[in-house]
T-cell receptor, first 116, second 111 residues
Framework: EPEVTQTPSHQVTQMGQEVILRCVPI?????FYWYRQILGQKVEFLVS????????KSEIFDDQFSVERPDGSNFTLKIRSTKLEDSAMYFC??????????????FGDGTRLSIL | LAKTTQPISMDSYEGQEVNITCSHN???????ITWYQQFPSQGPRFIIQ???TKVTNEVASLFIPADRKSSTLSLPRVSLSDTAVYYCLVGLSGSARQLTFGSGTQLTVLP
């Protein structure tokens, strides 16, 4: 069964540095998402991406964050000037979303981002 | 987006059937009910989705009464490896159908 893959599995970065989290969504999916989960808290939506542009973003997704689909397979999340509170698990997800909006999303196993 | 209420935690023993009920009183006509499972340090994993009555797959069953104001996820004969957080999600939000997760139900399967 095809799956969403994320790299790296764990990223340790000094505060103030930039990080890029990478994802390879499922190949025939059209919608791509980033979510994050701070330790012990809920999974929170960050941003959705469709047709090579951001569809929606949450309040968390401010100017510090950006997403890109640089080629036909990768989907990246860039975090500039990282802060201690950016420490979390970051999950990439993708969905097919045909004509029916109620299609399940498929998640990767996440990147654990630790800001020191 | 329909608000969901589910128990914070449940304990069970290996081999038992586990039923987790979710309340969603303000479910909309077009909303589907979806359950995800999350193991520690892993991403949520889709388990089952339904609209009405009963849906069954190789992992679980989903029971939805006629008024659709609640749903029950049934896991037959659980094992230790079923210990996880189970999320009930109703409807999708936004133009890109992003998911809104609640706190879920922590299921602990005991030997």
């Amino acid at each position: 069964e095809p799956e969403v893959t994320q790299t790296p599995s764990h990223q340790v970065t000094q505060m103030g540095q930039e990080v890029i989290l990478r994802c390879v969504p499922i190949s025939n999916h059209l919608y791509f998402y980033w979510y994050r989960q701070i330790l012990g808290q809920k999974v929170e939506f960050l941003v959705s991406f469709y047709n090579n542009e951001i569809s929606e973003k949450s309040e968390i997704f401010d100017d510090q964050f950006s997403v890109e689909r640089p080629d036909g397979s990768n989907f990246t999340l860039k975090i500039r000037s990282t802060k201690l509170e950016d420490s979390a698990m970051y999950f990439c997800a993708s969905g097919r979303q045909g004509g029916d909006g109620n299609q399940p999303q498929h998640f990767g196993d996440g990147t654990r981002l630790s800001i020191l | 987006l329909a608000k969901t209420t589910q128990p914070i935690s449940m304990d069970s023993y290996e081999g038992q059937e586990v039923n987790i009920t979710c309340s969603h009183n303000n479910i909309a006509t077009n909303d589907y009910i979806t359950w995800y499972q999350q193991f520690p340090s892993q991403g949520p994993r889709f388990i089952i989705q339904g609209y009405k009555t009963k849906v069954t797959n190789e992992v679980a069953s989903l029971f939805i009464p006629a008024d659709r104001k609640s749903s029950t996820l049934s896991l037959p004969r659980v094992s230790l490896s079923d210990t996880a957080v189970y999320y009930c999600l109703v409807g999708l939000s936004g133009s890109a159908r992003q998911l809104t997760f609640g706190s879920g139900t922590q299921l602990t399967v005991l030997p």
